[in-house]
């Protein structure tokens, strides 16, 4: 949030000029006001602020909208309208109670809802990228705007994840990498594009919900299989069709005639001969180097990863059909009198198959999860005893949504969560220069178990008295989320 | 950038939110929705530009005031030194002890200035300037801390009372305190005199050189406070009861002297979870309130 006054630095103060006032504040403390603070060395706002004060400008009313739905077997009831964190404001550090409190009635329950703003300098997203194409190596560093950003983790089943942001790209490196990382990690959130390049690999264009867009190229789909499964899927299909199939794929690439299904269909030997290192009978691993060609490999020729044909076990007019795993892309083979394989015409038997292969893989998308943890001070603003909080959302008694969104609690200390950005409304991310993220946040809980757990039950609102005041403003409809 | 305070109603559209630096005024009033209107109208127009004007003479505010004149020329700025003149003599005292209570008068003064009103208050931050027309009464709440919740007592104030002005000071407040309470909260005939006679009771709720009691300069948390380097209360370590008695009684010695000479009209003090009135009104007011609660 950008703040409306301007500092000058005298040593380690500095001159705030929000106001004629003109507070000196020395780091760590506060103005006069208790609105501006000095946080090393930034000018900072703590008091309640609109975060969406940029959305609402060009996206008009924001909140409530309808939960709806009859009981879900939750022991805490969705109520029927559901106030969202966003815009609500917070303060920090937050002993002060969270800006709204409120209370609704709904089928004689009190409810209470607890809504801030937190924010978050623990956090981060993990970006989860459909992708067989090479992103770069594990632990690589991901930059954007040229600015650590995050790295690269595990690969999972067909797609590529990252892990962003964090407190040490936030608040551990220069004031450019943490400011870097946080609009980065804003607009990952608020569903925008961001452009990240990973060290000794690829550039890819990540939006929440899109296909990626990987050196420039978008990706359509995720491979159906790697290249052994999708030999264990497809070999009924291409039995009596074809004498050799190869899956391509940078992980395991699959031979149809030595794969346990080929053996159980009787399918005789070829004499081919994979590049790679063999793992089981007709499963081989690094039969290239990775790389954004055929099944995540760096070929464009898939004749690359066979060596010679053996010459007592082939014959010539053998036919082979190579393919990738998203059958982007495919060749067949004719072995010649010299049994070197010749590109032919596919036959169109052989061409379903590789159409069956393309139908059967999903779109490609890019998901983006934030993940945060709601420490101490947050949970000040709910509760004057806080751990009973933590304990009371580990109890399954209090309910934790984020702009409405349902999230995963992880299990363990403390309130760490995670939430898939695309079920939260638009915009309902916005920063301070701390730097930090603020993100929505919502503690539904029984009236009486807030109560119990310490809530500021002088601050508790009923929700009728938000209906028709100012802070109350309609989501923007967004297509494809949910309302 | 011209900067403009912030005014506007708060949801429950009664009453009015004022803004501006670190001045932030809830404001209620009670009559015909015209009169109301009026009285809004004419708080926001006196309360912009007011800032300025206070900030126009800070330098001077925030020194030691002398008791025997002033070169103030702002009408809000005579009225904190007015205010804090009775308390210069004996201690160190700056105008700025008295700005809460003395904004709060001036806005109230706007109102009743333009409007005709049956009841209405001005509430800055705690320090809170009343107007009460025949028959009309206030139930007022008072808290234990600023940063906490709950009530600890309420007082009834009516219209034959002379009390217009309440104000509350003590260590957990925006402004820092020379003394130990939790919270001293005073009824005055004036806001801005609440304000200083809470000020100077707070600050008499001590126990010197005690060593559970940790102070600090107040220029070193805030540069330019008016306080300089006079130590401020941080924190307050575990007290004996005798302790907590004692240091309550310095501050009802003080209160009760300023409750003879006719400045305050009764004072609450508060210390670890104990509570002590002073005045006339106190123990009335607190039984009053239990006739309300049984009627």
């Known amino acids: 949030m950008s703040t409306d006054a301007s500092v000058a630095a005298i040593g380690d103060k500095i001159r705030c000029d929000a106001c004629p006032v003109m507070c000196y504040i020395k780091p760590g403390a506060a103005g006069a006001c208790d609105r501006y603070a000095n946080h090393d060395g930034n000018l900072v706002r703590v008091d309640p602020h609109i975060v969406l004060e940029r959305t609402v400008e060009h996206g008009g009313r924001l909140v409530p909208f309808q939960a709806g739905g009859d009981w879900d077997g939750k022991i805490v009831h969705q109520p029927d309208i559901f106030v969202t964190a966003i815009g609500a404001g917070t303060t920090y550090p937050d002993y002060k109670p969270a800006p709204f409190i409120v209370s609704s009635e709904i089928d004689g329950v009190d409810m209470v809802t607890v809504v801030t703003e937190g924010i978050f300098s623990y956090c981060g997203v993990k970006v989860k990228i459909d992708t067989d194409r090479y992103l770069g190596p594990e632990t690589a560093i991901v930059r954007a705007q040229g600015e650590a950003v995050g790295h690269v983790t595990t690969g999972e089943y067909g797609s590529q994840m990252l892990s962003l942001g964090g407190v040490h790209h936030l608040t551990g490196g220069s004031k450019k990498e943490g400011r870097v990382t946080c609009d980065a990690l804003m607009d990952l959130s608020n569903c925008k594009a961001v452009e990240l390049t990973i060290d000794g690999g690829a550039t890819v264009i990540v939006q929440a919900g899109k296909p990626p867009v990987v050196n420039g190229v978008g990706e359509e789909r995720m491979r159906v299989g790697c290249g052994s499964a999708t030999i264990g899927m497809f070999a009924k299909q291409w039995h009596g069709k074809v004498d050799e199939v190869v899956v391509v794929d940078d992980h395991i690439t699959g031979v149809l005639s030595e794969h346990q299904a080929g053996k159980l269909l009787d399918i005789a030997d070829t004499g081919i001969k994979m590049k790679g290192r063999r793992s089981t009978p007709g499963r081989y691993f690094q039969v290239a180097e990775p790389g954004t060609g055929w099944g995540g490999t760096n070929i464009s020729d898939p004749l690359s990863i066979l060596g010679p044909f053996d010459l007592k076990e082939a014959r010539p007019g053998l036919t082979m059909l190579m393919v990738s795993t998203t059958g982007e892309h495919s060749s067949y083979y004719v072995l010649d009198e010299a049994l070197r394989p010749v590109e032919t015409e596919m036959p169109a038997a052989l061409k379903f198959s590789v159409e069956r292969i393309q139908e059967n893989c999903e779109p490609a998308l890019c998901t983006v999860l934030f993940m945060g943890g709601a420490g101490g001070s947050l949970r000040a603003g709910v509760t004057d005893n806080p751990v009973r909080l933590t304990r009371s959302v580990k109890d399954a008694l209090t309910r934790v949504t984020s702009g409405g969104a349902p999230v995963y609690v992880w299990p363990g200390g403390g309130i760490t969560f995670m939430v898939d950005v695309t079920q939260m409304p638009a915009g309902a991310f916005g920063y301070v220069p701390t730097p930090a993220l603020v993100a929505p946040i919502e503690f539904t809980m029984r009236l009486s178990d807030y109560a119990a757990l310490g809530g500021h039950m002088d601050y508790v609102r009923p929700l009728s008295s938000l209906r028709d005041s100012a802070e109350v403003r309609p989501m923007p409809f967004i297509p494809g989320r949910r309302a | ?295």
Not at chain 2, 109 to 123: F, I
């Open chain 2, 1 to 295: 950038m011209k900067r403009l305070p912030q005014i506007a109603l708060l949801p429950d559209g009664k009453r009015l939110h004022l803004q501006d630096g670190p001045i932030d005024l809830i404001v209620e009033a009670k009559g015909s929705e015209r009169e109301v209107r009026m009285a809004y109208e004419a708080a926001a127009q006196r309360f912009t530009g007011l800032l300025d004007e206070l900030c126009d003479e800070l330098a001077e505010l925030r020194q030691a005031a002398d008791p025997n004149r002033s070169t103030l020329k702002g009408v809000v700025a005579r009225r904190m030194h007015a205010a804090v003149v009775p308390f210069a003599e004996d201690c160190f005292i700056t105008p700025m002890a008295a700005v809460a209570g003395s904004v709060a008068e001036e806005i109230l003064g706007a109102m009743l200035g333009a409007a005709r009103l049956d009841r209405a208050y001005v509430n800055n931050g705690g320090d809170i300037a009343l107007h009460l027309a025949d028959g009309e009464q206030f139930t007022v709440g008072l808290i234990d801390r600023p940063d906490s919740q709950g009530l600890m007592r309420t007082m009834l104030i009516g219209a034959d009372d002379p009390i217009r002005g309440i104000a509350t000071s003590g260590r957990h407040g925006r402004s820092f305190s020379l003394g130990i309470a939790d919270a001293v909260s005073v009824l005055a005939r004036t806001a801005s005199q609440a304000d200083a006679a809470a000020t100077i009771i707070a600050n008499a709720v001590d126990l010197p050189g005690h060593p559970a009691v940790a102070r600090v300069p107040a220029n070193e948390l805030q540069p330019d406070s008016d306080l300089g380097a006079r130590l401020v209360t941080r924190e307050v370590g575990a007290l004996s009861e005798s302790e907590i008695e004692q240091a309550l009684e310095a501050g009802a010695d003080c209160a009760r002297r300023l409750l003879a000479s006719g400045l305050i009209e009764g004072a609450a003090l508060r210390l670890k979870g104990k509570t002590l009135l002073v005045g006339t009104r106190g123990p009335r007011a607190v039984r009053r309130h239990e006739e309300l609660i049984q009627a």
